[in-house]
């Protein structure tokens, strides 16, 4: 039979190439090489046969082989659909030519039916191949089967997954939606590269490349050449949702004729999402159809990366439908989140346990459910079982430096130790007398050597610890230094040699190096040379390691003949070596094993495997440690026997080279893993040579894990023609700490203890999870068949105690930890005394001394003490040791284990090689929610594409769900060799673990599944009966109070308790003497400065570069203000209360215009003007603003005009329907007549802001507000005409438009202005000009703090050489709508403190649509208190004050000190009755500056009435007051606080200089304290004093009740939620969170590698389900920038939300969590 190779026939090639083939075919089997290796090397071994072969090609042929690598990337020329030929017979997979049936395979019909029904897929274009492509095609099958017999198989379990499978596709299928990739996310598989270039009559485009940005992420050029109808996106049916597994190969689309794109762009072919594919497509004119603002696009934007995006990125798309915009995106997001919600609908099986939850036992409790069915040991409690006793054989010697010397004199010339080179020849072999003579040189040479440690000159005397360090295909250097060692009386360590010096398993190596106290490190020439080197050409000190001497072990001198090594007598308790070992956690421990000890096991060995004199043994094993140690380097020697070495290198190459070994030499003992069984088995065209008749022992040395059962027998079944026999294999058990735990003995002979039997137990797995033996049915699904670990080893007794609490004995049929006594087992852990106590000095007890009442204690069964060996298991009858699991692998997930080796068997079993490498499993357990959570990390093979391994994943989950019963949490794929390795080849599981929970694994594929696993979350909290809720739309949720006990009793029950009501007032504003009063109009305030300082500069602008752009003094502002006024009067036709639309860059044009409307009474409209790169979005909201405002004139200046009337706007807003636009620059023809004079209750000017909702509303201002808040402001900042302040804020809307147009006119001070865009051009821009211009007061935003803080975290040291010095700064004040950002502030100030600025002088404000301006810090007030409070009371509407550092703790800071003139309380949003103080309520205020009301709300229809006049229902119920909008809560703070200002360390505030001070603050702390002890408020306890009022109530604001996100009855503030994740990985720049039908959507931004993205998800999940108890439904990663924020650098959730819901966040990666 030929097999055709890429166009080569096999049986053309000559053998070496053949040979050379099946190895490189074995490589990418096993992992061990990237398919891109692969290809490489094997088109370069077929290179001279390809070209044979083409040269005698038909010419037309040829052009169609030219482009075809000669790996397997056929391609059909005439068909639609572009699919290689992958399981036809192109390329065999595995470089063997199998035996055609292997018994006992129950997979090979599956794998013919699926060949079968792939070859529907295939048509070759020419008829003739047809034959010869059937007919190979059918070979690789057969070929496929034993392949596919993975490592770690069962056919019991095989066999249950299929069934189990089987099982659930009669269910109703939960149809899990897709992962959404971005394409350059995608993997590119190696067999679709070439699908992009397409052939010649079909110029198609794939239809992934249409992406959902429609035409704007072509390149110019190509749009015009584009037909408009073509470029309509296809509309998608989002019913597709459910139809995800039904079309293996979908179609591609229709070809367009689109012209073909260019490479850049087809970042990848293969579809993200194939579920949402049709067949065919209709694309509508869906754009055409005028609409009033559609929801635009921002895709197209994702490549200008400007943080200025974030701030306009989309325009407010909540007064659009949803679904009449054109979302028709690549993936259709609202669909699959009603996927999601579907899936998640279905019952789950476990309920809730049912309990109230405020604090964690509860959890617990409820992750360790008592079941009351469960299973019960109903057996008698076990007894010690014994082991034969030991004889020791007349000749053996009594140590092995005996042995060594018998052996090294006696016998010198025979072998003892022989390594083959990685080409499998025989090259050098060491014989006893060698060994001895060198093993005499380097103990004479250790004794003699003097290393230096620093200063001091140190000799190694017996009983100092050195480390070997020796390379894994050289036993024989190793061996020798061991025994160098044993002479000498030093005791050794052996370790793994590291790979470089950032390895993180070193590190650990590294702590126990340096708690053994070693300095010198021996090793080979060979290995020296390849340790990682530092710059200078020594040898790198490694990360965590001590600093060693290294020593050479070769070529050393003879030592003198009076060197006698006999001479050194140690003791037999002393040390003989350590042998390191991991737990569970990755930490490594040496295990230290006494002289004695090593003795008493090497005899036990070779009583119980009956080696003698002169036997060969062959050895696979790692010789440094456990089994390989033990038997090959030890037992040995003191039996003077032959080992065979073969390095694991050599292993991969050829498998089989340890078999051909054993027939060679007629080896009669092997040393083996159920790994190289399995190899063994696959390398069939090596078996016909091979005999294994002269074996009497094939040691399995991992016989005690559950898959060597399935190697033996396989291997039995195939070899056992061969010679091999059955007594021969002898899986055994072993532990670092107890050495071997059991061997079945070779041969078996009957000599009285029944050593003949052996046995296997087929054990219900549920009954195993509960930790009791059950024997189940063998064609039961959910079984485990396991074999015997032999019996106990000679002179040991073994019993088996409760893995878990007190060491009692375990009932006959449970399963508890094996412990063994016997003179044979480690003594401790090298100085961990702890560990040591609770691992090797175990008392077993005879029952349980809880169950005991009288009290009278129990002794242990023995004075003996029994060592723990970590394996877990049972005693079958006759002695025999069952092993069915290991205490590290071992998961307790809601109270019942189960074993990480049993779910890799059953992972594997889901079509185990076809999606992923079979010995590259992890299986781990994290702890999250006080629950351990089962994790599966598969490698995944390079050629599986998204949807086949999504699949894979699904069918994962069902198989281990019915299997085991227990949900997988996360089940991630990541590329091929990117699991952390061990040395010698296996998974470092705890690394894997480890790299898993710092997010630095970057997997290619990650399903979470939280909603099935985690069932201890608390219970909902539910509202009380008889509640009629009064809470109306706009406060969703919040307050959830039981009607029987009304806001009446709420206050009775808080005057009662003695509690404050929480209310708090500013000081009164008083009649200030200033001239300002006398002109209450602002405009008239302006007049009288232009007449009586006329020259007084009021503002000057700033350029980016700090130069002054401009300056205004006040006559200049009057006489611009004019001509305005005058130019729309003549030109806009403008009458008193007409509203005039102000679109103008931050500047002094906007101050001119202002007060060009003022003056003629019309009413102005501040608005943003759009932004030139994103017009697209940002234009809409402009308009609406212009159309809500019902402004009849647009004032601008000519580069926004021109924009607006541009070609670009003009795709968005007709330039033909805006009102009439004028220039500010036209100068009118006549003066203005008069200046209007307005009445001070009519309105002066419209506010109008977008809420972080999303809700664009105008409030109206009316003349006497805006004086009010003038004179307000003017008191608490202390704001004199001599003063200057720097502003760095948005000038559009709330305090940022006070300060910035009106306060600076009102007090007269000198506002220097900075536009905080041009902060982004040069981040020091507002720091320098605080220096330069020596500003003590500054007010700035949220974005300009952030912006400062990570722009320049590197620079400080560059801004001191420019002198800029912050001490001048008094007060800097942030202007913001929301909860103080103490992180971010706190950050700022660290990291200016360096420049000298005071931490104290940074505070927040607080202002809100109903008043613009509620808190201040002042210019002399005291410092911000800060409270903690308990975060989750406050998801329960509690404020609970805790500890600073107490376990969910949240800081707050009050906002500011309450202006002059507010009143502030507290009352409960849905009863309104008054709140007590330290209650969480809504903070409503009155105050004369409170806006009078909302000119209009766009987006909501609810009544909003209230928000300006609500009145309490308790207490004085006749005063009106306005709605905030924002919980919160009052706090009368410590007067501590309040002293705190005129401690020594902090200027009093008598020492700040100010215009006029404020006198007798210390009379003014001392009231406080009186009012506090009387509980009078102190404004009336000071009637009689002069002081300015300064109450300490502090007023906290939580969040806006807007925001508040309800979940499972509990109110969630997003801030907090999103601080826990930005908390949880270092790449996450930025996150946002909102819900969508009850699911938490969580968007986080990645500042880093695409690769990263998936890292995020299980972290992401996992933070916020500890610390908030939430289970996140979707995770969404996109680029830096992407979530958007407003003006105040607030994040605008709603946007985001109505982005991602329509398709326009072009995300990274988004993970639904099922």
Known sequence: MSVNLGGVENLSLPLDVREKLAELDLELSEGDITQKGYEKKRTKLLQPFLTKTNEGADPKDDKNNKSIPPYYNIKETNAQNIKTVKDGALVSSEGYSYVTEVPSLPSSHQRHSNAAKKSDYHHPSGSQGEPVHQHSRQRRTQRKITHNEKRYHSEVRQEAVQQALAALKCRPKPSLPMPSKRSSVLNRSPDRANDTDSTTDDESIPEEIISPDKEYNYPQDHINNMTESVIKPPIRDSSMGGSVHKNKYPERRPPQNLPPLPTSDTSSTESPITAYKKESCDFTNSSDMPKPYVAPDITQFNNTRRAADRVTRYVNVSHTDISDSDTNGRWKVSAKIQQLLNTLKRPKRRPLPEFYEDNDIELEIAANPKDPNAPKPEGSTMTPVQGEQLAVAAGLPRSLEAALQRFGTNSFKSPMATVLDPNGKITTTLTYGKLLSRAQKVAYALSTKIFSKGPEQITLKPGDRVALVYPNNDPLSFITAWYGCMFRGLVPLPIELPLSSSDTPPQQVGFLLSSCGITVALTSEACLKGLPKSTTGEIAKLKGWPRLQWFVTEHLPKPPKDFNVGNVRIEDSATAYIEYTTDKEGSVMGVTVTRLAMMNHCRALTMACHYTEGETVVCVLDFKREVGLWHAVLTSVLNGMHVLFIPYALMKLRPSSWMQLITKHRASCCLAKSRDLHWGLLATKDHKDISLSSLRMLLVADGANPWSLSSCDQFLSVFSSKGLRSDAICPCASSSEVFTVSLRRPGRSASGF????????????????????????????????????????????????RSEGIPVLCKTDQVGEICVTSGSTGSSYFGLEGL??????????????????????????????????????????????????????????????????DIIATVLAVEPMRFIYRGRIAVFSIKVLRDERVCVIAEQRPDCSEEESFQWMSRVLQAVDSIHQVGIYCLALVPPNHLPKTPLGGIHLCEARRRFLEGTLHPANVLMCPHTCVTNLPKPREIHQGVQSTAKKSSIGCGITDTSVGPASVMVGNLVQGNRLAVAQGRDIGMSEDSERKHQLITGVLRWRANTSPDHVLFTLLNSKGAIAKTLTCSELHKRAEKIAALLQERGKIEPGDHVALIFPPGLDLLCAFYGCLYLAAIPITIRPPHPQNLITTLPTVRMIVDVSKSGIVLSIQPIIKLLKSREAAASIDPKTWPPILDIDDNPKRKITSIANATLDSTAYLDFSVSTCGRLSGVNITHRSLSSLCASLKLACELYPSRHVALCLDPYCGLGFAMWTLIGVYSGHHSILIAPYEVEANPSLWLSTLSQHRVRDTFCSYGVIELCTKALSNSIPMLKQRNIDLRCVRTCVVVAEERPRIQLTQQFCKLFQALGLNTRCVSTSFGCRVNPAICVQGASSAESAQVYVDLRALRNNRVALVERGAPNSLCLIESGKLLPGVKAIIANPDTKGHCGDSHLGEIWVQSPHNASGYFTIYGDETDYNDHFNAKLVTGATTELYARTGYL?????????????????????????????????????????????????????????????????????????????????????????????????????????????????????????NESEALDLVPLVTNTVLEEHQLIVGVVVVVDPGVVPINSRGEKQRMHLRDGFLADQLDPIYVAYNM
């Not at 009290?855 to 009858?877: A, H, M, N, T, W």
């Not at 306890?1581 to 300015?1588: E, F, H, L, Q, Y």
Request: aromatic letters at 4%.
């Open 754 to 801: 029944s050593q003949s039997a052996t046995g296997r137990g087929v054990l219900s797995m549920a009954a195993l999870s509960h930790g009791v033996v059950r024997v189940d049915s063998e064609d039961s699904l959910t079984s485990l068949t396991l074999q015997d670990c032999g019996q106990v080893m000679p002179a040991a007794q073994m019993v088996v105690v």
């Open 1528 to 1648: 919160g809560f009052l706090r009368r703070t410590e007067c501590s606080q309040a002293v705190s200002i005129l401690d020594e360390t902090t200027p009093s505030i008598a020492s700040r200089d100010s215009d006029n001070e404020s006198i007798n603050s210390m009379s003014q702390l001392q009231l406080n304290f009186s009012s506090l002890s009387t509980g009078i408020p102190p404004s009336e306890a000071s009637v009689g004093t002069t002081n300015d009022q300064e109450l300490h109530d502090a007023v906290y604001v939580v969040g806006a009740l807007d925001e508040v996100i309800t979940l499972r009855g509990m109110n969630y503030h997003p801030i907090d939620i999103e601080n826990s994740v930005l908390r949880c990985h270092k790449k996450i720049a930025e996150s946002a969170v909102f819900t969508w039908t009850n699911l938490l959507v969580v968007v986080v931004e990645l500042d880093g």
């Open 836 to 901: 040591t106590n609770t691992t090797f000095k175990v008392q077993p007890l005879p029952e349980d001394p809880e169950i005991i009442k009288d009290g009278s204690s129990i002794k242990p069964i023995s004075d003996e003490y029994y060592v723990r060996s970590g394996l877990l298991g049972f005693l079958g009858p006759g002695g025999l040791v069952f092993v069915c699991g290991s205490r590290d692998g071992l998961m307790t997930v809601t109270g019942r284990k189960h074993n990480a080796d």
